[in-house]
């Protein structure tokens, strides 16, 4: 099958720093990729270069087998959703009024939100917990509660692709492997794309079919957990120690000292 | 949605209301009957000429101009994704008040000192704009300090412009630097714009929406951030330019009416851009009605009558901004 996303000899630099060089990669329907490395080497940048929201260094990007410079902002918005690491919302707003956002690329530009729209959004909030806060003002809510919004307004676009930003920030342990299981779950049943950076190794280990580590000077290693998250190689991209504590009959644990 | 149009509604009957008793209420006493007279063609020529000649004209600039201050105010928010966004507090009115009174020194007609207004507000805008953009999102400190020096700046401009000014000229000039409704009172040209105004930004109420939440995330949803941003700044400036050609620099309105039209509705742009208009239009009939009779036989310029209305209000949202942080 045809990948969702694909991406060939792609540079992506920060100022004078190349953080990824000639990195080669495809995202396949269904799959679930996780993007892991240390602060500052560029998981967001090569998040945001692939969205097509920042200019690629190098190489080309396709979306759907089209060339992504050639889509306009409305058609990639249709087919491929991102999740910023911080979401701002500085106007006063309901819950349910921030989710039905995500609607906005599907809808036509004379047309309003109908009902089917926000029964959508509604759903979404379902899904992440929120939905007996749909009427509440996002103002109100906890730091945890504004990233599970920020995931049910993705979740709302509904796009093949997902691109989302360390989404796991700010939310509490349970929360954490309700929605890796719900975006794993997503890719396997609908075909849909998800690619996902984050920084707890063994929840990375857990759930992605394959993992991209990125070293921050150009190199990104990309495989099955098993073969990426080798504690020797992972010792030398965090520059400390990195244990890997193996437990029977389940995915392993992964300690710095 | 119901709750919206009910708004809605009832701001259309409240600018009606501060619409027709701005005409029953003046400096000269007229009884209702009288004012009711000459809106069948009868009455006496004094009642026709105080109702009909001044107060009706005079009435409908204070509707445009409040309303276009109120519309200008709401898109330079979106703009910066700030509820202290002002084109008074952020010096846009000040960069339009020094290109109008260029082009009056200069003995230019109006036409000539509404396009000179439009560029000092653009100037403004875009002065803000790249000074205050800060990494990421719009830190309000920084933005309102750059809104500041604009404004002291175009203000030191203005003084020289009025030090220059001939003394038979100076003292109308203060008066319409201070906003002041007295002067013009040609309200077709300021209505048609702000009614063309809200029919172009209307459609775009809903990329308004996305846009309110960051650049990254309307990008991220299929809004063309750029060339919409580029509208808001022209059309910002372009109504801020109007109202000041209008009546002057008056504070505030921009400030005051987007604001109470969120917190009376909710922020989808679908209401605050009409209902901006319709509230920042009442609520100016309303000032310069009070700003006519309050010390009658004399008037108040209106600008210190919204700036009694508009700093305490400032201040307020400002304190408030520093207890959520």
């Keep these: 099958m045809s990948a969702l996303l694909a991406c060939r000899d792609l540079g992506v630099a920060r100022g004078d720093r190349r953080l990824v060089e000639g990195f080669d990669f495809a995202l396949a329907p269904g799959e679930f990729v996780g993007v892991v490395g240390p602060n500052g080497v560029g998981k967001s940048s090569l998040l945001a270069t692939l969205a097509g929201l920042l200019p690629p260094g190098a190489g080309t990007i396709e979306l759907g087998g089209s060339d992504l410079r050639r889509l306009s902002r409305r058609d990639i918005a249709r087919q491929l959703g991102f999740l910023p690491q911080d979401t701002e919302d500085p106007y006063p707003a309901t819950v349910l009024e921030t989710a039905l956002i995500g609607r906005h690329p599907h809808i036509g530009f004379w047309r309003w939100e109908s009902a089917a729209d926000a029964a959508k959004a509604m759903a979404a909030l379902r899904r992440v917990g929120l939905a007996d806060m749909a009427g509440r003002q996002v103002a109100t809510l906890s730091g945890g509660e504004r990233r599970r919004l920020a995931i049910a307004t993705l979740l709302t676009q509904a796009p093949r692709v997902h691109l989302l930003d360390e989404p796991l920030e700010a939310l509490d342990l349970g929360y954490q492997a309700r929605l890796l299981r719900l975006f794993r779950r997503l890719a396997r049943v609908t075909g849909a794309g998800v690619l996902m950076s984050l920084h707890d190794l063994s929840l990375a280990a857990r759930y992605a079919d394959r993992l991209v580590l990125l070293d921050g000077h150009g190199g990104a290693e990309t495989g099955t957990a098993a073969g990426v998250l080798d504690p020797a190689r992972l010792g030398r991209v965090y520059g400390c120690r990195i244990r890997r504590i193996d437990v029977p009959g389940e995915t392993p644990l992964f300690r710095a000292d | ?325």
């Excluded at chain 2, 800060?134 to 309102?144: F, H, I, V």
């Excluded at chain 2, 009605?289 to 010390?295: D, F, G, P, S």
């Excluded at chain 2, 009558?305 to 304190?319: D, E, K, M, Q, R």
């Design chain 2, 1 to 325: 949605m119901r709750r919206r149009i009910l708004l809605l509604a009832a701001l259309a009957a409240a600018a009606a209301a501060a619409l027709a008793g701005s005409l029953f209420v003046g400096s000269v006493g007229l009884t209702p009957a009288s004012v009711l007279a000459t809106f069948g063609g009868h009455g006496t020529p004094v009642a026709r000429a105080l109702v009909l000649g001044l107060r009706l004209p005079r009435s409908l600039a204070a509707f445009a101009t409040g309303g276009l201050l109120g519309l200008a105010g709401a898109l330079m928010q979106v703009l910066l994704r700030n509820p202290l966004a002002d084109p008074y507090v952020l010096g846009v009115s000040g960069g339009a008040a020094a290109g109008a009174l260029l082009a009056l020194l200069a003995g230019l007609g109006t036409a000539a000192a509404t396009g000179t207004a439009f560029a000092g507000a653009l100037a403004s805008t875009i002065v803000v704009f790249v000074l205050a953009h800060g990494r990421g999102s719009w830190a309000p400190t920084r933005l309102l300090l750059t809104g500041i020096v604009t404004a002291a700046g175009w203000g030191a401009v203005v003084s020289l412009l009025l030090t220059l000014s001939p003394d038979t000229t100076l003292r109308s000039m203060l008066f319409w630097m201070m906003g002041d409704l007295a002067y013009r009172a040609a309200w077709r040209m300021p209505l048609a714009v702000l009614a063309a105004a809200l029919a172009l930004a209307l459609p775009f109420a809903r990329s308004l929406n996305v846009l309110a939440r960051g650049d990254l995330r309307a990008r991220a949803l299929g809004v063309p951030v750029r060339p919409l941003g580029i509208g808001l700044y022209v059309a910002a400036s372009l109504l801020t330019a109007v109202a000041v050609v209008e009546a002057g620099t008056i504070g505030f309105v921009g400030l005051i009416v987007p604001h109470m039209v969120r917190l009376a509705g909710g922020s989808d742009h679908r209401l605050v851009l009409p209902g901006a208009a319709l509230a920042g239009g009442t609520l100016l009939t309303v000032a310069d009605l009070l700003a006519r009779t309050v010390i009658a036989p004399r008037a108040l310029p209106v600008g210190v009558v919204t700036a009694a209305i508009g700093v305490p209000l400032f201040l307020y949202l400002l304190l408030r901004s520093r207890e959520v942080q």
